[in-house]
């Protein structure tokens, strides 16, 4: 089955070509960040202003790349939610214009459960069960994974996500936009241990990173100037290793509980270097199997989204054109 993914929930416009929930045939992502740089975050008019420009070219381009026509596409998947609800919707009406006219099933997804089935797009996908950390700009979430649609929660973040502790953290020593890739590049020459950060709720398995975020405040505050060039590759390797210390342990930790052999590690964040390397060497010291996608995978994309659509779609799943968006959708709710 050949699936075009559509995705649009905050500021890339993506669409992408999958075949048989696990082929890769193209996957064009079309950026908005120089858009959205100089207000330091995404505006969300702004955004969906951008996807209408870029929805139809995108869509055209992955069909290209792909080397097919909607001829030989089976059936449509789509971002759902959650997401920006004028972003989402851009995406959701090309994708019903197109099954409409094409008379092809549509199938709306959940864009987190994208971010956890990137990982079925690798050479080696992971057999479920299986434990997942979501860890993205709007989401830091644990799961156990059972199957497509069949999430636990075992830990999710009290207050910001782990990607908003970085954006966040960009914002206030002002070294640039979006948040993590900044850091994570400046990161690579600092000391990990220059400055003391804290790591907060070590006993549970949920997170929180807004005293994180407050700490580096309070630490701006009291020295009364803006961090010197040669400083911040030290603060931010401090600041990136309290996240990664986290979330590394915690995920592990649940995995650990839950008897779990096999860890995914998803969504933005999940690109992050340093990250990947100490779950890569973690998970193996703990003789834990951990798959990660590649970088391009685990920021935001339309691929993840037909992965998932084509195990729906086969599934006999197919939504009607009365389908809405919503900005607000955890994994456990099935509608
Ligand atoms: O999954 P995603 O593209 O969009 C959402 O669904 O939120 O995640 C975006 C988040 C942003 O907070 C961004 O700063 C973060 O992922 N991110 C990174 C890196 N690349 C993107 N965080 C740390 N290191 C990176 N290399
Ligand atoms: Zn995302």
Known sequence: MVVLGIESSCDETAAAVVRDGSVLLSNVIA????????YGGVVPEIASRKHIEAILPVILQALEDAGTTLAGVDGIAV?????????????????????????????????LEGHVA?????????????????????HTTIYRVDGFQRFTILGQTRDDAAGEAFDKAAKLLEIGYPGGVVIDRLAKQGNREAFPFPRAMRDSLDLSFSGLKTSLLMRLKKRGAPFTPEELPDLTASYQEAICDVLVEKTLRAAAMVSATRVVVCGGVAANSRLRERFRTEGASAGIEVFIPPPVLCTDNAAMIAVVGTHLLEAGRKDGLDLNAVSRWPLTVHP
């Open 118 to 138: 990137a990982a079925f797009l690798t050479e080696s996908p992971p057999a479920f069960p299986f434990v997942a950390l979501v860890v993205s700009g709007g």
């Open 79 to 111: 971002t759902r939610g959650p997401g920006l609800i004028g972003s989402l919707l851009v995406g959701l009406s090309a994708a019903k214009a197109i099954a409409f006219a094409r008379r092809l099933p549509l199938v709306g997804v959940n864009h």
């Open 31 to 38: 950026s908005q960040v120089k858009v959205h740089e100089r």
